[in-house]
């Protein structure tokens, strides 16, 4: 049977997806394991930051009306280090030693920096003398200037990085709600493909994608699972599909959507009948990516040329992944940068070029990295970028401004018009 296969646009083929994107559960890690999970649960403040007006520097916490004349001389009634407190309330012609970050004693409402300040002595009593006039709270960080309580600081489903780690300290979380990671299997197909510590053989080489796509499943959120290569056999590799659905949250193969001779995709799916989202997208490269859903699982059906893999990997896959991670922020970021090439061959698919960002007099250039053919595994090694060039067009030239998606990024956006829909 000869299949025709009608080719959607690429956003329609993200929604269709994301219809079936599914959320994933919580649990509890420690604090010091949590970054690069996402939050389970909005971040909220159960106090004011700081609790305490408190003092910027190292000084002497006074009351400003005593400064009124512009020639104080009070006395030092005490000594507090950050941590301690002073008990009693300081009166006009007092002060007390201070040292940055302890609590502004009562009756005080400014601090005198230290090198503002001459020390005296007479007797036993210590003295401090200086000419500055201070107003009401200066130098004194007020209850709350960080954030008062109740304020939702992060949202859930935001990745954890270090200074999220550090709010969750400030409130107090030793243990972290974090969304479970989906466990996302690789299924690798082809019988050119040897495993990564083989020699190479006449017409074979060895699989590649396996493992790319481990990094790409990490790097969105996920878990790998590698489930290892498909036999030559259709009716093993059915087996094989039904065993792997079982066990992971997302399945992914690479290679043998296409319709050769042996690219059992399509019949495996038709077996499932598994509800088949798409295989055929206007896009360059990866346009031949099927996805299908089975039994509330999404199956990706990656080609099998490295960076169609790649590419149809971060445009469908990723978004589906940190669906899971309960984001609201699911797509790539992207910026507006220069063309750094000219593509004058008109192409009616939108392409995704792999390429990477340089600065150069104060612009941003997004530059193609290798040769951008689907089959060019070398030129994945150096991009940090897709450069979106949507099709229907007469080529672009160097210098015009387009759309780069940024790879690497990982706080995202919440709906991508890397596109817009004709
Ligand atoms: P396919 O999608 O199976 O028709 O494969 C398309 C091209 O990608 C062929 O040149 C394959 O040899 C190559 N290829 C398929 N799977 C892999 C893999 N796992 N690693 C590297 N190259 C692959
Ligand atoms: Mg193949």
């Known amino acids: 049977m000869v299949e025709i296969r009608t080719p959607i646009e690429v956003n329609d083929a993200i929604e269709r997806v994301m219809k079936y994107a599914v959320k994933g559960e919580k649990t509890f890690i420690p604090l010091e394991e949590s970054h690069g999970f996402f939050l389970a649960e909005d971040l909220i403040s159960d106090h004011a930051v700081p609790p305490f007006d408190r003092t910027r520097y190292d000084g002497f916490a006074i009351r400003s009306e005593a400064t009124e004349n512009g020639d104080s001389r009070l006395e030092v009634v005490g000594q507090i280090g950050a941590g301690s407190v002073f008990e009693g309330t300081v009166k006009e012609n007092e002060a007390v030693r201070i040292m940055t970050g302890a609590e502004i004693p009562a009756g005080c409402d400014a601090v005198i920096m230290l090198e503002h300040v001459k020390e005296t002595s007479q007797g036993e009593k210590r003295f401090i003398e200086f000419t500055r006039k201070l107003t009401s709270f200066e130098n004194i960080t007020k209850t709350g200037e960080d954030t008062q309580k109740g304020e939702v600081l992060v949202q859930k489903g935001t990745y954890i990085n270090p200074g999220i780690m550090a709010l969750l300290a400030t409130f107090g979380y030793r243990q972290v709600p974090i969304v479970k990671r989906p466990r996302v299997g690789i299924i690798s197909t082809g019988s050119e493909l040897l495993p990564v510590d083989a020699a190479l053989e006449p017409g074979k080489i060895r699989d590649s994608n396996s493992y790319m796509l481990i990094g790409q499943i990490e790097r969105a959120g996920g878990i790998p699972v590698s489930l290892g290569q498909f036999a030559d056999d259709l009716d093993i590799c ?47 490269p990866g346009s031949v990516t099927t996805v299908a859903e089975v039994d509330g699982k999404l199956f990706f059906g990656l080609s099998g040329n490295p960076s169609s893999c790649y590419v149809g990997f971060e445009l469908y896959t990723r978004p589906a992944i940190r669906n899971h991670l309960h984001t609201k922020n699911p797509y790539l970021k992207k ?23 340089i600065y150069e007099s104060g612009n941003v250039i997004a530059v193609p990295v290798g040769l951008d053919k689907p089959n060019i595994v070398t030129s994945l090694a150096e991009a940090n970028v897709l450069i979106v060039l949507p099709g229907n067009k007469e080529g672009y030239e160097a210098g015009e401004q387009v759309m780069a998606v940024l790879l690497a990024d990982q706080s995202g956006i919440a709906w991508n018009d890397w596109l817009r829909k004709e």
């Not at 997302?250 to 296409?258: A, D």
């Not at 910026?335 to 960002?357: I, S």
């Open 335 to 357: 910026l507006t940068a220069q063309l750094g090439t000219d593509f004058t061959a008109p192409n009616p698919f939108h392409r995704f070029v792999r390429g990477k960002l």
């Open 238 to 284: 059915y087996d094989q599909v039904v065993a792997a659905l079982d066990e992971v949250d997302i399945l992914l193969t690479t290679g043998g959507v296409s319709v050769g001779d042996y690219d059992y995709i399509p019949a495996i799916l038709e077996r499932l009948n598994a509800n088949v989202l798409f295989n055929k997208i206007k896009m360059r």
